[in-house]
């Protein structure tokens, strides 16, 4: 038994006779009794009634034929839904990009969605990165971009680049002159940065183990009030340069390189396995890669791509 026995089946039904039904269908009728004669030989029961004016469903038959229809309506269904994925997807997207690279990145992600999944609805959600780690793992969002990604069972991802941290200093500060200040002077300023468990400052921490250095800062959890104390003269502040971009081009601050060591970090593409979406997550996964190389590329992301493939799109690796 296969569709298309199924299809001639109703049709035949539908149209009281054979003639018609071969007619429609755009077969043969010899071949069309033949189907149906081997549908009811692998049923073992009669389906068709013949007369003189055509045929007429037997009992057995009316019922079957209401079960191939549903049979087919699923069928059409079916091709429907993989077509839509496949040429137009459609639906609705939820993206999850840290604090730092949300402002810079999110224009440039809502534009090349209306031109590749026009009708797709893309919602972006700003967090710190430890909050969409906990998102992601959950199927609560479909995507995010995670900083020093640790592998978990329920995402997939693709690590995009390297990205080196910044001291943020006020407009005039003494230390931007100097250009770079080593690793071991950068707690004897006063610092803010986010509070942990932020990657940014686990990234510090690490590094300030490893020297035998008492790590101290004061903990704000917003990038645009960390701003706002930075250029304000009182503080000091640990970013990565596309966080502060805006500030650095209106001149309000500027930045000093860090040295021996100097501190970083690695940018994924994450994509949740718990998505009711996979294919347009997919799809998302590779816009957000290709424009996020775009903007390196074009130097306005300040980043190194870790590899040659991901300059082109994100190969999914299965944690």
Same mark, same amino acid.
């Given at each position: 038994?296969?569709?298309r026995?199924?299809?001639?089946f109703?049709?035949?039904v $539908?149209? @009281?006779?054979?003639?018609?039904a071969?007619? !429609?269908l755009?077969? #043969?009728?010899?071949?069309?009794?033949?189907q149906?004669?081997?549908l009811?030989?692998e049923?073992?029961?009669?389906?068709?009634?013949?007369?003189?004016?055509? *045929?007429?469903?037997?009992?057995l038959g009316?019922?079957f /034929?209401e079960?191939?229809r549903?049979?087919?309506e699923? +069928?059409?269904? #079916?091709k429907?839904?993989?077509?839509?994925?496949?040429? /137009?997807?459609? @639906?609705?997207?939820?993206v999850?990009?840290p604090?730092?690279?949300?402002r810079?990145?999110?224009? $440039?992600?809502? +534009?090349?969605?209306a031109?590749r999944l026009?009708?797709?609805?893309l919602?972006v959600?700003?967090?710190?990165s @430890?909050?969409l780690?906990e998102l992601?793992?959950?199927g609560?969002?479909?995507?995010?971009l995670?900083? $020093?990604? %640790? =592998?978990?069972?329920?995402?997939?991802w693709?690590? &995009? &680049?390297?990205?080196?941290?910044?001291?943020f200093v006020?407009? @005039?500060h003494?230390?931007? #002159?100097?250009?770079? !200040?080593?690793?071991a002077?950068?707690?004897?300023?006063p610092l803010?940065?986010?509070g942990?468990p932020?990657?940014?400052r686990?990234?510090?921490?690490?590094?300030a183990?490893?020297?035998?250095?008492?790590p101290?800062?004061v903990?704000c959890d917003?990038?645009? =009030?960390?701003?706002? &104390?930075?250029?304000?003269?009182?503080?000091v502040?640990v970013?990565?340069?596309?966080a502060?971009?805006?500030?650095?081009?209106r001149?309000?601050?500027?930045? *000093?390189r860090?040295?021996d060591?100097?501190?970083?970090?690695r940018? /994924?593409v994450?994509?949740s396995k718990?998505?009711?979406s996979?294919?347009? +997550? $997919?799809?998302t996964?590779?816009?957000t890669a290709?424009v996020?190389?775009?903007?390196?590329?074009r130097? !306005?992301?300040? +980043? %190194?791509?870790?590899t040659?493939e991901a300059?082109? &799109?994100?190969?999914?690796? *299965? /944690?």
């Amino acid at each position: 038994m296969d569709l298309r026995q199924l299809r001639y089946f109703v049709q035949i039904v $539908d149209s @009281g006779n054979f003639s018609r039904a071969a007619e !429609i269908l755009r077969v #043969a009728q010899p071949s069309l009794s033949q189907q149906v004669r081997n549908l009811e030989d692998e049923l073992g029961v009669e389906l068709l009634v013949r007369h003189a004016r055509g *045929v007429t469903p037997t009992e057995l038959g009316l019922r079957f /034929s209401e079960r191939a229809r549903r049979i087919l309506e699923e +069928a059409d269904d #079916a091709k429907a839904d993989l077509r839509s994925l496949t040429e /137009s997807p459609s @639906g609705r997207v939820l993206v999850g990009l840290p604090t730092s690279a949300a402002r810079g990145l999110a224009p $440039d992600l809502y +534009a090349a969605f209306a031109q590749r999944l026009p009708n797709v609805d893309l919602r972006v959600v700003e967090a710190m990165s @430890g909050y969409l780690d906990e998102l992601i793992q959950a199927g609560r969002i479909d995507v995010a971009l995670l900083y $020093d990604h %640790k =592998a978990f069972e329920n995402v997939a991802w693709t690590e &995009m &680049m390297v990205e080196e941290l910044l001291l943020f200093v006020p407009k @005039g500060h003494a230390l931007a #002159a100097r250009g770079e !200040i080593p690793f071991a002077r950068l707690f004897d300023l006063p610092l803010v940065l986010p509070g942990r468990p932020n990657v940014l400052r686990t990234v510090l921490h690490q590094l300030a183990a490893r020297q035998d250095l008492t790590p101290r800062a004061v903990d704000c959890d917003s990038l645009p =009030a960390i701003a706002k &104390m930075v250029s304000g003269g009182r503080f000091v502040g640990v970013m990565p340069h596309f966080a502060f971009s805006d500030e650095i081009a209106r001149g309000e601050l500027e930045t *000093v390189r860090i040295v021996d060591p100097t501190p970083s970090w690695r940018l /994924s593409v994450v994509v949740s396995k718990r998505t009711l979406s996979p294919r347009i +997550a $997919d799809l998302t996964a590779q816009i957000t890669a290709d424009v996020i190389a775009d903007l390196v590329k074009r130097r !306005i992301w300040s +980043a %190194k791509l870790t590899t040659v493939e991901a300059q082109r &799109m994100p190969r999914r690796r *299965v /944690s």
